[in-house]
């Protein structure tokens, strides 16, 4: 039976010689010095948040001022990509075309989670849609709540600057319970005054809850200026 090699945890002189010397060392010398892989060596520096130094970048050590490093791969002045001119890498061959990605098509994960027109659902304000399109795009191009729905279908389009709502104490998800008879229109103002803390709440919470949100600015100002100080 094939058993995997012991992991090699750090001790903590490791670590200590790794704070001490990485900033201003190369990264190869101290994996041999600790008998690590340059890889863990370097990827553990940068979960102790260790960052080579600026005179260390400087010097020669770090080949970032003496043209070398890299040499191999790097685009030089004038030079001219492979493809350019053509319509990319993956078009030049025929069995690449086949398998482009086309508008609409879905695969993979989501094409079993993807629900067919006309299934419900609850949204994140505790309503029920119904999936009424596959329109591309936002989600509310192709879910419309089912009480904007029976509204729309009783009296016609919502006009602008108005939403459907539930008469207070009727909202429900339950899609029999979901008649004309329960449904207002609303303006916009008027959905608002109705949502806000003075309309909601008895006076003495309505103050409680601005009382609330002014000091959640305050220490959210607070935090942010000494985080720019």
């Given amino acids: 039976m094939n058993t995997l090699p012991a992991c090699k945890y750090w001790t903590d002189s490791e670590l200590e010689l790794l704070r001490s010397n990485f900033s201003d060392s190369r990264t190869d010398d101290l994996a041999r010095a600790l008998g690590r892989s340059y890889s863990t060596v370097a990827q553990k520096a940068a ?60 695969s993979g994960r989501a094409a079993q989670l993807v629900q067919p027109i006309g299934s419900l659902r609850i949204n994140t304000d505790g309503c029920l849609d119904r999936k009424v399109s596959e329109l591309p795009g936002p989600n509310n191009l192709r879910w419309h709540p089912v009480h904007r729905l029976v509204w729309e279908a009783a009296h016609g389009k919502v ?71």
Wanted: charged share 30%; with cysteine.
């Fill in 159 to 229: 006009p602008e600057g108005h939403v459907v709502c539930f008469r207070p104490g009727k909202k429900t998800t339950d899609i029999d319970k979901i008649t004309v008879d329960v449904l207002e229109l609303l303006t916009r103002a008027e959905n608002m005054r109705r949502n806000s803390v003075h309309s909601r709440y008895p006076p003495e919470l309505a103050r409680l809850v601005q009382l609330r949100g002014a000091l959640s600015r305050q220490i959210n100002r607070k935090a942010k200026e000494a985080e720019q100080a």
């Fill in 47 to 106: 979960k102790l948040g260790l960052h080579k130094s600026e005179a260390y970048l400087n010097s020669p050590d770090a080949h970032r001022l003496d043209g070398l490093k890299g040499m191999g791969t790097r685009f030089h002045a004038g030079q001219e990509s492979w493809n350019k001119g053509k319509p990319g890498s993956c078009g030049l061959h025929e069995n690449s075309r086949a398998h482009h990605y086309k508008p609409g098509n879905v």
